[in-house]
């Protein structure tokens, strides 16, 4: 679409992803005229194209070739394979094409006042940006660029080449082999997923644990459960060098400083995310970014520029489609109303969809302890809940944190085959200032995964292994 250089705006959004059309949807409910601008990703950007959607269908593809050959039953056998690599691919993409279509490209041509440019926007004054040689004036303008991976700075990476999750979901046949640099979230799920279909995996992560911002008792765990699926996870280690022989890629490293030397047929590189606030113009409007390049922003959003703002990725953690979302509608309101509204992540639930899958909300006794507040901690095992052991299925625990004094439930985590899915009634527990008894007091359905919390509950006061089946 063409511009008229003078064209004016409420509200011009740079970017086109989640935190962008949640910005749109909610300026276009106050009646505001909306510009929203996208390149790079297609529409709809990382959850749609490249991340969420088709790493969680891929994990699922994978998950049901596992179990199916991997159960706990007597007397049954069976066997999966993959047949057709190339048809799982052409699925996901199927899906994300779908939801793309649906979410997002539709949701333009049904939202009024908003029209959609393709092109690369780049700020030249607190209220225009210029797209495709056209300027656009607007009122207030949200930068909602997201990020991207961060490719960590090995020697020879970039010359033997590498995947991440922008190319690894669209690989037409799977390599047989795969060393994954990194050991969060996108690499653990990434790694599983491959392993599953049958690569052989090898995890080098340069912290001395995986996933190093949660307790050791979790990472220890999933870091063994991983382990029993034949994926190898190496800590400690420091990249020195990448290059080619002949059909492999080879990595040296040290290792708790001993030389090693790992091979693979292709490197997935998961090592973090980098905002995309280069080339934005942001230095010339004085626009302010931190230490790591992302964009600095108040309470409000707000950045150091008054009239602009900022949404979802670019702006740093929590980085999940939903605070994306969240942050998007926020900004656009306080831009458009001129309300000050605050961000509040005070009860943020969050989930890693490996297998057992990890899920977290409020405190870990740690955190709780950093904040001064003291508090009991208390760790059932699966082994102990009838659903788990019904399924045969008992790895993992479930963990609670409780206010010592108040005896009000402070977080959790979760280690559980379908954990994610028990994470909302601790949230709700949390936002409504429910105490351990009143959990522990509440009917939960036997056998449901969800009793675990009940369990869970209990034992602060009771030892569960005593307790009789669905006795308090
Ligand atoms: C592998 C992976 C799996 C994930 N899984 C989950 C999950 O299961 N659950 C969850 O909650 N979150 C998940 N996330 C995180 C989630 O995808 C992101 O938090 C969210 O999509 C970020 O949205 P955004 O709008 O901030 O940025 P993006 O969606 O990245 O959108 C930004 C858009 O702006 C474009 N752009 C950049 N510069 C310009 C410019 N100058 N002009 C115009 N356009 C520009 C980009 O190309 C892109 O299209 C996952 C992320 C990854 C990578």
Avoid at 48 to 56: H, M
Avoid at 60 to 84: L, N, P, T
Avoid at 183 to 201: D, H, N, V
Avoid at 308 to 317: C, K, L, N, S
Wanted: net charge negative; with cysteine.
């Amino acid at each position: 679409m063409a511009f008229n250089s003078r064209k004016n705006v409420d509200l011009i959004i740079m970017g086109g992803g989640s935190a962008a059309f949640a910005a749109a949807l909610r300026a276009s409910e106050l009646g505001a005229d909306v510009t929203m601008i996208n390149e790079g990703l297609p529409i709809g950007g990382t959850c749609v194209n490249v991340g969420c959607v088709p790493s969680k269908t891929l994990i699922r593809a994978a998950e049901a070739h596992y179990r199916a050959s991997h159960h706990h039953f007597s007397g049954i056998e069976s066997q999966s394979h993959v047949a057709d690599f190339q048809a799982i691919v052409a699925q996901k993409r199927q899906l994300v094409e779908e939801l793309r279509q649906e979410k997002y490209i539709n949701i333009i041509e049904e939202t009024q006042n908003l029209r959609f440019v393709k092109g690369r926007a780049r700020l030249v004054a607190p209220n225009r940006i210029t797209v495709n040689g056209d300027k656009i004036t607007g009122d207030s303008i949200l930068i909602a660029t997201g990020a991207r991976p961060m490719i960590a700075p090995v020697a020879g990476l970039m010359e033997t080449g590498y995947l991440t999750n922008e190319t690894a979901f669209e690989l037409e046949k799977l390599p047989g082999s795969f060393i994954v640099l990194g050991g969060r979230y996108i690499a653990l799920e990434c790694a599983q997923m491959l392993a599953r279909f049958g690569s052989k995996i090898t995890i080098l992560q340069r912290s001395s644990r995986i996933l190093p911002t949660e307790g050791e008792d979790l990472t220890d765990a999933l870091s063994g459960y991983l382990r029993e699926e034949g994926i190898e996870v190496v800590t400690n280690v420091t990249t020195r060098l990448v290059r080619k022989e002949g059909n492999q890629v080879l990595v040296e490293a040290t290792v708790d400083e001993t030389p090693r030397t790992f091979y693979a047929e292709q490197i997935l590189v998961a090592t973090g995310r980098k905002a995309n606030t280069e080339g934005l113009g942001l230095e010339e409007t004085r626009v302010e970014v931190d230490s790591k390049g992302f964009l600095k922003v108040d309470e409000t959003l707000k950045t150091s520029v008054s009239n602009i703002y900022g949404a979802g990725d670019v702006i740093g953690e929590p980085m999940f489609v939903y605070t994306t979302a969240y942050e998007g509608a926020l900004a656009a309101e306080n831009a458009i109303s001129e309300s000050a509204r605050v961000r509040d992540y005070s009860i943020l639930p969050w989930v890693i969809f490996t297998d057992p899958q990890v899920a977290g909300v409020g405190l870990d006794e740690v955190q709780a302890e950093e904040q001064g507040i003291e508090t009991d901690a208390v760790s059932l095992p699966l082994t102990q809940v009838p659903r788990s052991l019904a399924a045969r299925d008992t790895r993992g625990f479930i963990k609670l944190i409780r206010d010592r004094q108040t005896d009000k439930l402070m977080g959790a985590r979760i280690l559980a085959p379908e954990g994610s899915e028990l994470l909302m009634q601790i949230s709700l527990a949390l936002k409504y200032g429910m105490t351990t008894k009143e959990l522990a007091s509440s009917f939960h359905p036997y056998l449901t995964l969800s009793e675990s919390i009940k369990l869970a509950a209990i034992s602060f006061e009771k030892d569960v292994k005593k307790l009789s089946c669905c006795a308090n």
